[in-house]
């Protein structure tokens, strides 16, 4: 008994010191404002999960400094949005499916950070109408053109009109990337906790004014599917 209370001191105070450790690192690793010190605080510490634990390139993705934009990518596994968050420099918008915003113990995290969710099935021109006052107000809003993940080699999926869609209307540009790297690819959980070496490739940015929906759908899926990229489609140098 002599010694336990000893060991437990140093114990605790071993813990605590660790996670005085780990918050420092996460306000230093922090580069956006979501408007919150806590959330700023999952931002620093998801960007050292990203870089240190799944080895996430350093390039970042160029968004632009102020205004809308609708960024766009591939989906892997349930680890993409935690990549983009940690390769953006502003706040993204994400439009997720109402499954995946409805999930037990996560809600809350999504509604702080400012997801869409849609309801395919019943209402998805509400997404759409909170996606355009999004753009409206400046922001910028991601979403992945699969609907959901999809590998490379698995059947082909058309893409989801949304992103072109959101860009028509509001002749916001679309941010094409790739993510690959992932271990766990194909799962929502083994994606996050299967340790990568994760890679984001970026793309030049999609125009879209004067362009239709199907025009630039066209072009989303030519970067989005990898196929027949044209040389001016490549990856940012």
Not at 7 to 24: D, H, K, P, S, Y
């Amino acid at each position: 008994m002599g010694l336990f209370q000893p060991l437990l001191l140093l114990t605790v105070g071993f813990i605590a010191w660790q996670i005085w450790r780990l918050v420092r690192a996460a306000r230093q690793a922090n580069r956006v404002d979501w408007g919150g010190s806590w959330l700023n605080l999952l931002d620093g510490l998801n960007r050292l999960f990203c870089y240190r634990y799944h080895r996430l390139n350093v390039t970042g993705i160029r968004l632009p400094r102020s205004g809308p934009a609708i960024l766009v990518s591939n989906h892997l596994s349930g680890l993409d949005p935690l990549l983009l968050a940690a390769s953006a420099r502003r706040p993204l918008r994400f439009l997720i499916a109402r499954g995946e915003y409805e999930r037990f113990g996560l809600k809350w995290l999504f509604r702080a950070i400012g997801c869409i969710p849609v309801d395919r099935a019943r209402r998805p021109e509400k997404a759409l109408r909170a996606a355009l006052r999004a753009l409206e107000r400046g922001e910028i809003v991601a979403l992945f053109p699969h609907g959901g993940i999809h590998l490379q080699g698995d059947p082909p999926r058309r893409l989801k009109a949304g992103a072109a869609r959101l860009a028509e209307l509001t002749g916001s540009r679309i941010f094409p990337v790739r993510i690959s790297g992932i271990r766990g690819a194909g799962g929502v959980v083994s994606g996050v906790l299967l340790r990568s070496r994760a890679q984001i490739k970026l793309f030049a940015p999609i125009e879209s004014r004067n362009r239709n929906t199907a025009e630039l759908l066209e072009q989303i899926d030519r970067v989005i599917n990898h196929v027949q990229v044209r040389e001016k489609d490549r990856q940012v140098a």
